[in-house]
């Protein structure tokens, strides 16, 4: 069994009167985790939001209705909870109404994309975050040496969990999931009448990591409209199967302004779209491969540690680029990804100029562990 970082912090939260929300990608262990902690637990309810009569459960409930479902419990744990109607303001009534009770409920995406509800749970809730198993938590089970000799590994096929546990079915995994089950409840929500086009989406966006995105290019690509386009981005992030940087802008003219590059929180979910699974010697794409690799585990190492930071890439109307740049507590620190660690890379001047007492630091696959354990 991995041993999952949120576990610890979970179990400092259990029984302090708030309920806990797990939210995640599918399949990245949510379930596995909760588990792991209530297996000597006798008095915890489960109940999962993909099934109908749970979700009938919850048409009109009270919450003395939910008293009687609870019963003798002291946990109530209830999966895929996006799935169930208006399910924020119904969580909201056991944290107001019935003591005692450790509420928790997982998702596979914010719950606002399924009850069109604002915040019910605001100040009610202790909120997490959980990714593919990352390199930090492989490093904590078979230590640093082993997990970097399976660098090129996790570089093609990636760290959801049943990668990780079932070594020589990558990719029958990676298809199970690829083939619309990691964003499966943006189908049935929003009621995608040509789901090939979603595809097509994920693969335009498979294939342009690392790179500026337009919204009009990738409609072009994907027959839609831009407001479409940005439409299913915007529901690709709430399922976790994407997320965006921004760039960052404070002082020059010539800095771009609206411009965003898209990642996938999984190399083997971007790999799988584009059917490459080639190793990493033999690939074209090697810089856009490690760029997703490190970006991704830089942000789940800052939301596992609690690092306040705000995330973007930097770029000008010139052309001239940092690929990533981090912004905490008043200080900037700028990074250049390269796989090999020979290439040359030289900082900014115009960023340095504009921005004194930045940092500059060229993370490449030797060094690559500092900024990311």
């Known amino acids: 069994m991995i041993k999952r970082i949120l576990e610890e912090q979970i179990k400092t939260k259990l029984h302090d009167g708030k309920a806990i929300i797990l939210l995640g990608a599918r399949q990245v262990g949510k379930t596995t985790l909760l588990k792991t902690l209530f297996k000597n637990s006798g008095d915890t309810l489960w109940l999962n939001g993909d099934e109908p009569d749970v979700q009938a459960l919850f048409e009109n409930t009270t919450s003395s209705r939910l008293k009687s479902i ?6 109530i744990i209830i999966d895929e909870a996006q799935r169930i109607s208006d399910i924020g303001l119904k969580l909201k009534l056991i944290p107001d109404n019935i003591k005692d009770i450790q509420l928790i409920a997982t998702g596979s995406s914010a719950f606002e994309l399924a009850n069109k509800v604002n915040e019910p749970l605001t100040g009610r809730k202790w909120e997490y975050k959980m990714f593919p198993i990352s390199f930090g938590e492989m490093v904590t089970q078979h230590g640093l040496l082993e997990e970097k000799r399976l ?3 996790r570089l093609i096929y990636g760290y959801y969990p049943d990668i990780v546990n079932h070594p020589g079915t990558e990719k029958e995994i990676l298809k199970q999931l690829t083939d619309s089950y990691l964003y499966k409840d943006i189908l049935m929500w929003e009621n995608i009448q040509k789901p090939d086009r ?5 693969q335009a966006l498979a294939f342009q990591v690392g790179s500026q995105v ?13 407001k479409t386009v940005e439409k299913y981005i915007n529901l690709l992030e709430q399922v976790f199967v994407i997320f965006r940087l921004s760039t960052f802008n404070r002082n020059l003219r010539n800095e771009l302004k609206s411009s965003r590059k898209i990642y996938f929180y999984d190399n083997g979910i971007r790999n799988a779209l584009i059917a490459n699974f080639s190793q990493p010697e033999l690939r074209t794409d090697i810089g856009a491969l490690w760029e ?22 930097w770029r000008t109307k010139d052309q001239v680029e940092i690929d990533y740049i981090e912004d905490s507590d008043g200080k900037l620190k700028a ?7 020979n290439a040359k890379t030289s900082f900014s001047k115009t ?5 004194p007492g930045s940092e500059f630091k060229v993370i490449h696959k030797e060094n690559f562990e500092e900024f990311i354990l």
């Open 70 to 75: 609870i019963g003798n419990n002291r946990n």
């Open 151 to 153: 660098l090129p590994q």
């Open 198 to 202: 979603l595809l097509k989406l994920l």
């Open 214 to 226: 337009s919204y009009n290019e990738l409609g072009q690509i994907c027959g839609l409209d831009n």
């Open 292 to 313: 997703n690799f490190i970006i991704s585990e830089r942000i789940k190492f800052i939301n596992y540690k609690g690092i306040w930071a705000n995330s973007y890439y």
């Open 335 to 341: 990074y250049e990804f390269k796989w090999n660690p």
């Open 351 to 355: 960023f340095s100029n504009a921005y």
